[in-house]
């Protein structure tokens, strides 16, 4: 299914991409010294392939909101039923709000509803941060680990923009996966030129990946048409999510 996918995408990207996808990622991940110990941790030999493909957008949210290098460490914490990022020290300093403020202010920045700037199409992010992590990052209560959750940075990431193609480094380093996230991020990109570019942009972006939708399940492939049709009644993000839970199906 894979190979097919891989294949059914070519048919459909022969020139039709205006620039590279812009893709958020992790500061740290591309070397730069902005851990809580201003400890090196690139991937040099990743972000070598990726930078072939997508336009990065480097990103560090503790560093954003004010908080220096080195810092005292954050970590998620449950507190009467919420996660919050709190110091590991100093529980005291609370950093939750300023972090999700931080990601709206991005995410209004690189929408498409800001056509100053290009649209974010995907993200790169480090396992395990308090702010980054995506699945993997611990909570705890009491000074006990509960569970694992998101960042609070990556929360609201997939909360506002569920579409986005989202996935940690580590995820990455399997060629594979990382070839499905420069697809999810390089079908984002055009679902938004070709919407962004005329009304009736979404039959039309419909029309034009019909190679890539023969690969689904006909009653999905049902319901994804019949969602471009009435998409002059729904905002275009309803299509793109829908589309996008569709692919990241298929791949696995």
């Known amino acids: 299914m894979k190979n097919d996918l891989a294949q059914a995408y070519l048919l459909i990207n022969r020139g039709e991409m205006q620039a590279k996808p812009l893709v ?18 690139g991937l040099p030999d990743l972000i070598a392939i990726l930078e072939k493909q ?48 931080y990601a709206q202010s991005l995410i209004k920045s690189h929408t498409h509803l800001n056509p100053d700037n290009p649209v974010l199409c995907g993200f790169i992010l480090k ?21 694992f959750g998101s960042g609070v ?27 499905d996230f420069v697809m999810q991020s390089q079908v984002v990109q055009l679902f938004w030129q070709s919407t962004l570019e005329e009304k009736s942009g979404i039959a039309n972006f419909h029309k034009q990946i019909s190679n ?17 049709s009435d998409s002059a009644n729904r ?14 199906t298929a791949q696995q």
């Open 24 to 41: 958020g990622i992790s500061a740290c991940l591309c070397g730069d010294r902005v851990r809580y110990d201003g400890r090196e941790k």
């Open 54 to 101: 997508l336009e990065l957008l480097k990103v560090c949210p503790e560093v954003a909101i004010g908080m220096g290098v080195p810092r005292p460490p954050i970590q998620l914490t449950l507190n009467q039923g919420v996660v919050e990022a709190r110091g590991i020290q100093s529980p005291s300093h609370h950093v939750t709000t300023a972090l999700q403020n």
């Open 127 to 147: 396992s395990r941060s308090p702010s980054c992590g995506v699945g993997s990052t611990p909570i705890y209560k009491n000074d006990r680990q509960t569970g």
């Open 153 to 179: 940075f990556s929360q609201q990431l997939q909360q506002q923009l569920p579409w986005l193609a989202i996935a940690e480094e580590e995820t990455l380093l399997e060629p594979k996966h990382l070839q």
């Open 212 to 228: 890539l939708l023969d690969l689904f399940p006909a009653s999905l492939k049902s319901k994804l048409t019949q969602l471009a």
């Open 235 to 248: 905002a275009p993000q309803h299509y793109l999510t829908r589309l996008m839970e569709a692919l990241q």
